[in-house]
T-cell receptor
Framework: KQEVTQIPAALSVPEGENLVLNCSFT??????LQWFRQDPGKGLTSLLL?????REQTSGRLNASLDKSSGRSTLYIAASQPGDSATYLC???????????FGTGTRLLVSP | SAVISQKPSRDICQRGTSLTIQCQVD?????MFWYRQQPGQSLTLIAT?????????ESGFVIDKFPISRPNLTFSTLTVSNMSPEDSSIYLC??????????FGEGSRLTVL
């Protein structure tokens, strides 16, 4: 059974810092991995999708990497801004069940 | 990407009543899903809404408690029946696009008193 873990659970940084969020998964037979952002009480916004054949994806200040063999993905946020404050979730889709398994999230606070 | 609208965005309900949540997508999609997010928790899949047939429920979720309709490829409803305070959650509708990317609606925040 796929399990997804995100470390750290919470992170507080000053504005302008570069930061890395971590996501690990137990079963490397994945179809894809997706990073989301969730603002308090709101739905999820898709940030990046990495297919199993890819090693990284970039969108603006965000870069996500995938290492299937080690069961890890990282989300790199460059030059963080207060508007980046949110909870970041990673989710893994298995090749077998085709269902998304979500991590518990990292709550990010960027202070001005 | 698909634009997904959910109604209501939030509601406060009395114990024992039922609430129906609507999900409207601006394009035809094959797969629609309903998730629940309990306070402080991550997302849990309730069911896959199948067009023209009964929904497929995940372990721990049953049709009597969470009846789902999917009359066409752009619309679905989730009903939370006979509510109790434990049902207080955010309920989220989502769809998958051709790339495999999952998109979510804004969620419906339910509080049961």
């Amino acid at each position: 059974k796929q399990e997804v873990t995100q470390i750290p659970a919470a992170l507080s940084v000053p504005e302008g810092e570069n930061l890395v969020l971590n996501c690990s998964f137990t079963d490397s037979a994945i179809y894809n991995l997706q990073w989301f952002r969730q603002d308090p009480g709101k739905g999820l916004t898709s940030l990046l999708l990495i297919q199993s054949s890819q090693r990284e994806q970039t969108s603006g200040r965000l870069n996500a990497s995938l290492d299937k063999s080690s069961g890890r993905s990282t989300l790199y946020i460059a030059a963080s801004q207060p508007g980046d404050s949110a909870t970041y979730l990673c989710a893994v889709k298995d090749t077998g069940f085709q269902k998304l398994v979500f991590g518990t999230g990292t709550r990010l606070l960027v202070s001005p | 990407s698909a634009v997904i609208s959910q109604k209501p965005s939030r509601d406060i309900c009395q114990r024992g009543t039922s609430l129906t949540i609507q999900c409207q997508v601006d394009s035809q999609v094959t797969m629609m899903f309903w998730y629940r997010q309990q306070p402080g928790q991550s997302l849990t899949l309730i069911a896959t809404a199948n067009q023209g047939s009964e929904a497929t429920y995940e372990s721990g979720f049953v049709i009597d408690k969470f009846p789902i309709s999917r009359p066409n490829l752009t619309f679905s409803t989730l009903t939370v029946s006979n509510m109790s305070p434990e049902d207080s959650s955010i309920y989220l509708c989502s769809v998958v696009e051709g790339t495999g990317e999952l998109f979510f609606g804004e969620g419906s925040r339910l509080t049961v008193l």
